[in-house]
């Protein structure tokens, strides 16, 4: 994961949508990734790339059951070099979000999200077992 943020507070990257959608109007290209990052893994951090001109803003969304709360996620993601802006999913679905944003490419995550967990629970609790046999 690129996480060198030269002493760069992170949180700043965090935005309500009001303040992120006066941040991105400037910024073209605007990439949105959304996903529950619950939690961050290095997959995540290979697949959010900005490109050259573009700006990144990530959607942190919450699944049924998380693991870590939605702040606690945001703050991770936001410590990601290629991330410019995080908005957490609180009063407003990913969807709604992104109609608001207009974005110029969209990616959603949320169900490779689910998916991700259930297999790294899975994975966990396999090793615990065998560590336990």
């Known amino acids: 994961m690129n996480c060198s943020n030269n002493g760069l507070d992170t949180r700043?990257?965090?935005l309500s949508l009001d303040d992120a959608e006066t941040a991105t109007k400037t910024s073209r290209p605007l990439r949105v990734i959304a996903g529950h990052f619950d939690p961050l893994t290095a997959t995540h951090a290979r697949g959010?790339?900005?490109k050259p001109d573009g700006r990144v803003l990530v959607i942190v969304t919450d699944p049924p059951d998380p693991?870590?709360?939605l702040s606690?996620?945001?703050e991770l993601v936001a410590a990601l070099d290629a991330v410019d802006y995080v908005v957490s999913?609180?009063?407003n679905t990913s969807a709604e979000i992104i109609a608001r944003l207009q974005p110029d490419d969209v990616t959603q995550e949320e169900a490779a999200d689910l998916?991700?967990?259930e297999d790294l629970v899975a994975h966990v609790k396999a090793r615990q077992i065998a560590k336990e046999t």
């Open 12 to 14: 700043r990257k965090i």
């Open 67 to 69: 693991i870590l709360s």
């Open 72 to 74: 606690a996620r945001a």
């Open 48 to 50: 959010i790339q900005r």
């Open 115 to 117: 998916r991700r967990t």
């Open 89 to 91: 999913a609180m009063d």
